[in-house]
């Protein structure tokens, strides 16, 4: 069975320029979610995607950063205009939809991540 | 709010030594979950255990054990006879009880030397 994938591994781009993330998650998860992690701190949720529809958005920084998941499947998110503080590593997870009568915390699965470099 | 504190930023042992890593937690909730995810050099997290706020006992798989004490909200995992391919970055993490997003400690990088 094929992992989370995340495209593209490594994207330097200019200040002021657009960049758009990739993420296609184990086929049949439900839970979509972004993380970043800044150099040296720690990863920080951006937003949750259950299908097509946003469940949580609040780590999302500011409106410069779009994620879309259209369709239910694949999810983009995208970075414009890119500012030097939006430099990380941003990684996609994946879930099982959780049940009602199952434990609602189910195990997700990252990607390897994108490192975007914003010079 | 919750926060996760790993304290031990970067730990270097050699092979076949005992290791420990450490995690604290503070979260409001009484139902949470907490886990420990392993990030080796091809960047991905990979899972490695869950465990919910109402049980205890400490668990043992192979190698690896963790010891969940909520008396001073820490879950501390241990590595056994390490060896070089435990080199990583370990992450802890908590999500609480009414939501799934993961709350995420530092890291502690671990480097295994022969």
């Known amino acids: 069975e094929a992992g989370v994938t995340q495209f593209p591994s490594h994207s330097v781009i200019e200040k002021g320029q657009t960049v758009t993330l990739r993420c296609d998650p184990i086929?049949?998860?439900?839970?979509l979610y972004w993380y970043r992690r800044v150099m040296g701190k720690e990863i920080k949720f951006l937003l949750h995607?259950?299908?097509?529809?946003?469940?949580?958005e609040s780590g999302m920084p500011n409106n410069r950063f779009l994620a879309e998941r259209t369709g239910g499947t694949y999810s983009t998110l995208k970075v414009q205009p890119a500012e030097l503080e939006d430099s990380g590593v941003y990684f996609c997870?994946?879930?099982?939809?959780?049940?009602?009568?199952?434990?609602?915390?189910?195990?997700?699965?990252f990607g390897p991540g994108t490192r975007l470099t914003v010079l | 709010a919750q926060k996760v504190t790993q304290a031990q930023t970067e730990i270097s042992v050699v092979e076949k030594e005992d290791v420990t890593l450490d995690c604290v937690y503070e979260?409001?909730?009484?139902?949470?979950?907490l886990f420990w995810y392993k990030q080796p050099p091809s960047g991905e997290l990979v899972f490695l255990i869950r465990?919910?706020?109402?049980?205890?006992q400490n668990e043992i798989s192979g190698r690896y054990s963790w010891n969940f004490q909520k008396s001073t909200s820490s879950f501390n995992f241990t590595i056994t006879a390490s060896q070089v391919v435990d080199s990583a970055v370990y992450f802890c993490?908590?999500?609480?009880?009414?939501?799934?997003?993961?709350?995420f400690g530092t890291g502690t990088q671990l480097k295994v030397e022969l």
């Open positions: 997870a994946s879930s099982q939809r959780q049940g009602a009568a199952l434990d609602g915390h189910n195990e997700q699965f």
């Open positions: 086929s049949g998860h439900d839970n």
């Open positions: 995607f259950v299908k097509e529809s946003k469940q949580d």
């Open positions: 979260t409001r909730d009484t139902t949470y979950y």
């Open positions: 465990r919910n706020s109402f049980d205890e």
């Open positions: 993490a908590l999500t609480q009880g009414g939501g799934n997003k993961l709350t």
